[in-house]
DNA sequence: TTCCAGCAGC
DNA sequence: GCTGCTGGAA
């Protein structure tokens, strides 16, 4: 830690100006959220951890409807470890990141089996549990049971390089605002400094057009004092995303049944019901021949952490007598697929097939 | 149409 | 250090 403060040591603030001045602010302005305990309030750790896992990858408002459905299906951990991973996983459809309700279904069954149904209050405990890494182990254990860790998510890293206008370009800052947020960690209260920070850099200290004149930080922001906070946090320029074309496979028997597939359980869209894409994964051979088929108009465009995805939808009509399935392939009535788990490139298809 | 945020597993 | 998805903003 001295090393990674050394250029900046004669700069730090008073370990404890930042949150003199946000913890109030946070109890006038926190957010109401379904998972976050009134004040005064035990926190519900099982929501706590649910909504951190979600929120892991997108937005309050996308998470907001898909936590709510959770914990009317499931209102326990182990309710949801007695789930079936399909049912988990067709709740979770249209998140995205799906090994992620694998993790989410492997860390209830932990919960209930070893723990009783009891989570875990250490940091250290929490990390050794599936889909649980350094930021969601620290959020649970300061939210969930106010222990003195500092959790570091997005918003809390803008709002720290803003303060302090850090140079280092994110990621590699990263180990500087993980150092910087413990150095401000107040001993009582951690989970809400915490969630007082996350707050901020949601409602004020916004990724662009940040509200600084509302700012209970904006008396020693450094960046406000330059005057260009929205330069901040820097990054390292992104590489960019390559492009690959792929032939979908929308096979009909004569009585509208669709053919779908199950992918497997590893790798991109794991687990989710899709028509064949030949060659989605790599290693994966072509089994269709492209005779007999007509090509659709246009192409499904969709972009996934590290390629653009451009389809071509090939139509066909298969008699269902001399179609030998793969162990993964059914046929599926059309006008059921909703009962499936299906990815946001399936319901791409859809649309441009209908 | 393109860009971007978001964190864990391997 | 590479892989994994989506929605919403620009």
């Known amino acids: ?96 990141y799906y090994a992620r309700a694998r993790n989410l279904f492997k860390c209830a069954q932990e919960i209930t089996t070893r723990y009783e149904g009891i989570f875990p209050d250490m940091e250290s405990t929490l990390l050794t549990l599936p889909g649980i890494g350094p930021y969601t182990a620290a959020a649970i254990a300061a939210i969930a049971f106010g222990k003195n860790t500092s959790p570091v998510d997005g918003n809390i890293e803008r709002v720290l390089s803003r303060v302090y206008a850090i140079k280092v370009p994110l990621p590699g800052s990263k180990p500087l605002l993980q150092a910087l947020a413990r150095h401000h960690t107040p001993l009582h209260r951690a989970g809400d400094y915490a969630q007082a920070l996350m707050d901020l850099g949601s409602r004020i200290c916004t990724p662009k057009k940040p509200i600084c004149i509302s700012c209970p930080l904006r008396r020693f922001c450094r960046a406000l004092e330059k005057g260009d906070p929205e330069n901040y946090p820097l990054r390292e320029a992104s590489s960019l995303k390559p492009t690959r074309f792929l032939d979908a496979f929308w096979i009909e028997d004569g009585s509208n049944f669709l053919l779908l597939e199950k992918r ?37 465009s969709h972009t996934f952490t590290h390629f653009h995805l451009k389809v071509r939808v090939l139509k066909a009509r298969a008699a269902r007598g001399n179609f030998s399935l793969l162990e993964n392939q059914f046929w599926h009535p059309l006008s059921d697929l909703s009962d499936q788990a299906l990815p946001t490139l ?8 209908t």
């Not at 399936?346 to 097939?353: C, D, G, L, N, P």
């Open 1 to 96: 830690m001295t090393t990674i403060f050394s250029d900046l040591k004669k700069d730090l603030l008073d370990p404890d100006t930042i949150q003199k001045h946000l913890l109030p602010w946070y109890d006038a302005n926190q957010r109401t959220l379904p998972w976050r305990a009134l004040p005064g309030r035990e926190p519900n750790p099982y929501h706590v951890w649910l909504s951190e896992i979600m929120l892991q990858q997108t937005t309050v408002p996308t998470v907001i409807p898909y936590f709510l459905n959770f914990i009317r299906l499931w209102p326990t951990v182990q309710d949801l470890s007695h789930a079936s991973l399909d049912d988990i996983l067709h709740a979770w459809q249209g998140l995205g």
């Open 264 to 300: 497997p359980l590893s790798g991109l869209l794991g687990g989710l019901v899709m028509v064949p894409i030949p060659l989605l994964n790599k290693n994966e051979t072509n089994p269709f021949f492209k005779e007999g088929s007509s090509p659709l108009k246009g192409l499904v």
């Open 346 to 353: 399936m319901k791409k298809i859809v649309r441009h097939v």
